[in-house]
């Protein structure tokens, strides 16, 4: 077998392959009808101009995720600790928002502040992770597990302590903003907000730009291929290495902060919504490439959105969508394992 | 017990053939050790006999010939099958499991039963720790004991799972006196017992006094054996090959110091160095001679500041400027280069094109990559050191000998002190010659150089003093003209260091 983007395209559509075969097994056992479930999928993302804007909606925060951890993979770190840096910049834009709320301010320097606050909370949660894995040889996948508990946490305890609505505390989270305050919803939707799809378009080209045009993300790239080559080339892996939990936690505030004034317009216990787990498979998923980030989280995002009506039309759990980004996941995984032992064995043949 | 059992093996190797890629490891070896004897395997690094002693205790196959135990024809598949076949491996580094208690490590490889025998296992291994005068205590844990404690523990385990065979991979590294009396004693007893015993190692005193035969490898090949009595010169001539006339060397004049060190303590994993002193002054070229693992890596990193001294001093320049504790980014900007063996594992970036490298390693600054410049960059190096490769090639795909050219090309101009560990190990005739002229040349502008080798030619050929390294003990500054392959050879093994010291002392 040779190594060409013929095979590689070969693999990759038999992943897909794999991944749906397996669900539909999954959908068998389920006793469910495979392909009316995903034609409901189908519908249920494409069908109308309204669901096609609630996966727009969806994929905002997830791109910002990705884009974010493309920055951390290119330097070779598993930056699981994306949830609680989304949940830390849901809270700071929560708290801007509160401490702004009355100000009678102009509501779009509001929401720039409640944005830029929800930054700085993503990323001062990144850094932590990355001060305990520099300085404190905690490794970053178990100390941003931990610290994802602890976001999760203190989250929990603003929505039933300190902020509680008046009256009585509801998972349904904080009392929402006023109207005013919401980031502006476009004319004719329900839901869709420019603004925020600018940040997340804007966002994926600056992380494309940074990693393949600048000397910053050259030098991101070589702490992750080789970090004892780099150190010695004269790179200060560890600067690198923090600047890029901090960039990805900047976008992981973003994408709080979008949760918090674009779609819940309050803050609720589940605020990251498990957007940066998903995240970390669309990275997996498109080989940490940032070119193809944004058409992959479009369609793990229609594949959220589809799924949400499964339940109500077929009796099935909306966690269908997960099985099927999982299994695709994996099969794609796998199937760049497989090919690459191929490789290897023809070349020693050879 | 188990490890009473038949106790006689006769192993024999024939034709064995092992090649990685172009490199042929081991090349048609063949010999045979009986039972009840020591067969020592002499050789420097790289000569092969560490992949022979994995490929006899299945961690290799090889490409072609045939191990014979006992007449019969085996396949050893992995090292669970060698242990099976009675064939136990001692490895440089104990394989065992610090973080557990020693009984545990004991009973780790036995097979069978589900849920250990402890009070059984205890019991014998007491039996067989009396039997051979160890004290350890079963129920302490791995990471307290001693390297050569845990060597006891290794060979107590291997008798105790049916070894019949012993190889000991390099096993008087790292361990005191005491103990290594303790263990020749135990292989002497051992192999009065019937036991077939692999010694490998490089110390050729250990061997002499230790082996009832020796074989001697070479570049993967057996260049012959020699029973008791032991000549040192003629063990040490198969070793490293014919004495090569030198071409005399002209004699240079050097210029202030560049590098003064200054009574300096270092403490490496497994070795320790005393009370350094040096100065290497401006053009001068310093040979690192000595097995590998002797100091000289740690040595070499700590003139970088890749490690940091734990007594005395490093300073460069005439001035004298103090560099003790500063890292390696300070020793880099004050002219420094590091020039790693490993060249894809520790100075390369593999998946960066040659381009990207240059971009990296001269610091350029901005915020977008300047391609245009960078290319330019580029292509102007690759033509000056002649890399057959392309500005947009990965540096994977370059052969071992442009990869060292793109080292060099990657170094910065002007530079004081360029340190590298084997310049030109693996590399070609012409690649060695080139790479050797680069050097020269910044020699000439004042440039000094440590260099780190196994090939004595290559220490006498090139350096102007010599360093001898053996078990982190150093020599003081030889110089290269008085040396001959053979005394630096006897060095390296560890002979001749009394008359060394005499020498010193009184010049």
């Known amino acids: 077998m040779r190594d060409n983007r013929a095979t590689r395209l070969l693999f990759q559509v038999a992943a897909i392959l794999f991944a749906l075969i397996v669900t539909t097994g999954v959908l068998f056992l389920a006793k469910a009808q495979p392909f009316a479930a995903y034609k409901y999928i189908v519908l249920g993302a494409l069908g109308s101009w309204d669901v096609v804007t609630n996966v727009l909606v969806s994929w905002v925060p997830l791109l910002l995720a990705t884009s974010g951890l493309l920055v951390t993979f290119t330097v070779g770190l598993w930056n699981i600790g994306i949830e609680g840096q989304i949940t830390l910049g849901a809270i700071f834009t929560t708290w801007a928002m509160r401490l702004m709320e009355q100000s009678g301010w102009n509501p779009t320097l509001i929401l720039i502040l409640a944005v830029l606050a929800g930054m700085l909370g993503g990323a001062l949660w990144a850094m932590l992770a990355g001060a305990l894995k520099t300085f404190g040889g905690v490794n970053e996948i178990f100390g941003g597990l931990g610290l ?71 030098r991101l790239k070589a702490v992750g291929k080789n970090a004892r080559s780099a150190h010695i080339l004269g790179i200060p892996t560890w600067q690198y290495m923090m600047s890029s939990f901090a960039v990805c936690g900047i976008f992981a505030g973003v994408a709080g902060a979008v949760q918090v004034t674009a779609v819940y317009h309050r803050l609720i216990p589940s605020i990251s919504s498990g957007y940066g787990y998903l995240g970390l498979m669309v990275a997996m998923l498109v080989g940490y490439r940032a070119s193809l980030a944004a058409p992959v989280a479009l369609f793990f995002a229609a594949l959220n959105v589809g799924s949400i009506q499964l339940p109500i039309v077929l009796k099935l759990d909306s966690s269908l969508a997960g099985v099927l980004q999982g299994t695709l996941v994996l099969f794609v995984i796998l199937g760049q394992g497989v090919r690459s032992r191929i490789l290897k064995k023809t070349k020693v043949k050879s | 017990m188990r490890g009473r059992k038949k106790v006689a093996m006769h192993i024999e190797l024939r034709g064995i053939t092992k090649c990685f890629g172009a490199l042929r490891a081991n090349d048609d070896i063949s010999f045979a050790v009986p039972s009840s004897s020591i067969h020592g395997i002499l050789g420097e690094n790289g000569a092969g006999k560490s992949t022979l002693m994995k490929i006899l205790s299945g961690f290799y196959s090889p490409d072609s010939g045939d191990i014979l135990l006992d007449g019969k024809k085996v396949r050893i598949a992995s090292p669970a099958d060698a242990i099976r076949h009675g064939i136990g491996m001692l490895h440089q580094d104990p394989l065992d499991f610090p973080p557990l208690k020693v009984i545990d490590d004991f009973i780790l490889g036995s097979r069978g039963n589900l849920i250990p025998n402890y009070k059984n296992a205890t019991r014998e291994f007491r039996e067989l720790a009396d039997r051979f005068g160890f004290s350890i205590d079963p129920e302490s844990y791995v990471d307290m004991l001693t390297v050569g404690e845990r060597q006891q523990l290794e060979i107590l385990r291997l008798l105790w799972l049916g070894a019949r065979a012993l190889i000991l991979d390099e096993p008087t590294t790292g361990i005191s006196l005491p103990q290594k009396e303790k263990l020749f004693a135990t292989l002497k007893k051992l192999a009065s017992e019937g036991m077939t015993i692999l010694f490998v190692s490089h110390k050729l005193e250990d061997v002499e006094a230790l082996c009832n035969r020796v074989s001697v490898l070479r570049q993967g090949k057996l260049v012959g054996s020699m029973d008791p009595p032991f000549e040192t010169g003629a063990l040490v001539e198969m070793m490293f090959g014919k004495e090569i006339a030198l071409e005399p060397k002209a004699q240079l004049r050097f210029g202030s110091n560049v590098l003064h060190i200054k009574h300096v303590d270092l403490e490496g994993i497994r070795i320790q160095i005393k009370g350094l002193d040096l100065q290497v002054r401006a053009g001068e070229v310093i040979g690192l001679a000595g097995m590998e693992g002797s100091g000289q890596t740690l040595f070499l990193g700590a003139c970088a500041g890749l490690a940091q001294p734990v007594g005395g001093s490093f300073c460069l320049d005439e001035d004298e400027k103090d560099m003790t504790g500063r890292t390696y980014h300070e020793f880099r900007k004050h002219g420094v280069a590091y020039l790693p063996a490993a060249r894809l594992e520790q100075a390369l970036v593999p998946g960066l094109t040659l381009t990207e490298h240059f971009i990296l390693s001269e610091g350029m600054k901005g915020l977008f990559i300047d391609r245009k410049k960078a290319e330019a960059l580029a292509k102007s190096r690759i033509q000056a050191f002649n890399i057959k490769g392309r500005p947009d090639s990965t540096v994977e795909s370059l052969s071992g000998g442009n990869q060292q050219r793109a080292l060099l090309a990657l170094m910065r101009d002007p530079l004081k002190l360029i340190l590298v560990e084997h310049p030109t190990r693996g590399l070609d005739i012409e690649s060695t010659i080139y790479i050797w002229n680069k050097l020269k040349e910044r020699c000439a502008r004042g440039t000094s150089i440590i260099f780190i080798s196994a090939d004595l030619d290559e220490i006498l050929k090139y350096s102007d003093r010599v360093l001898v390294f053996f078990a982190g003990r150093v020599s003081p500054p030889l110089e290269a003209r008085t040396l001959s392959v053979e005394r630096l050879g006897r060095l390296i093994g560890g002979k001749d260091w009394e008359t060394l010291e005499m020498e010193a002392a009184h010049a």
Not at chain 1, 165 to 184: E, H, K, N, Q, Y
Not at chain 1, 197 to 208: E, F, K, Q, R, T
């Open chain 1, 148 to 218: 994802n508990f602890v976001a999760t946490a203190l989250n929990i305890w603003l929505i039933f302590g300190p902020w509680k609505r008046p009256g009585v505390a509801s998972m349904s989270g904080t009392i929402p903003f006023d109207r005013s305050l919401w980031m502006p919803i476009a004319q004719g939707s329900s839901r869709l907000t420019p603004a925020t799809l600018v940040m997340a378009i804007i966002g994926i080209l600056v992380v494309y730009a940074m990693i393949e045009g600048t000397y910053f993300g050259l």
